[in-house]
């Protein structure tokens, strides 16, 4: 069983930046693949980034390629999800999972709670 405890989200303007924390727990957090995923008022949730098991290899959403960056310290059983040059669609509760893959399969086997990011314009 693993327990996902996302942090960092709030308030900022339009242009600005957060960093998503993902704290896990359990022992085998370095053999899980982790994503993150964001959920806007009325909309279905959906994909932003995932990341293997390494922290070798990222996949972004169009939406959010060249502005997100993921990245995990397996030391500290933790994934973050940098966020710069925000933008009012960006919007969301913001949810992180994991796989139980080393590599992203489409398949999340553990979810957060969330943490909700709000940009204003």
């Known amino acids: 069983q693993v327990q996902l405890v996302e942090s960092g989200g709030g308030l900022v303007q339009a242009g600005g930046s957060l960093r998503l924390s993902c704290a896990a727990s359990?022992?085998?957090?370095?053999?899980?693949?982790m994503g993150w995923f964001r959920q806007a008022p009325g909309k279905e949730r959906e994909f932003v980034a995932a990341?293997?098991?390494?922290?070798?290899?990222?996949y972004y959403a169009d939406s959010v390629k060249g502005r997100f960056t993921i990245s995990r310290d397996n030391a500290k059983n933790t994934v973050y999800l940098q966020m710069n040059s925000l933008k009012p669609e960006d919007t969301a509760v913001y949810y992180c999972a994991a796989d139980h893959g080393a590599v992203p399969s489409g398949t999340w086997d553990y979810w957060g709670q969330g943490t909700q990011v709000t940009v204003s314009s």
């Open positions: 359990g022992r085998s957090f370095s053999s899980y693949s």
């Open positions: 990341i293997n098991w390494s922290g070798g290899s990222a």
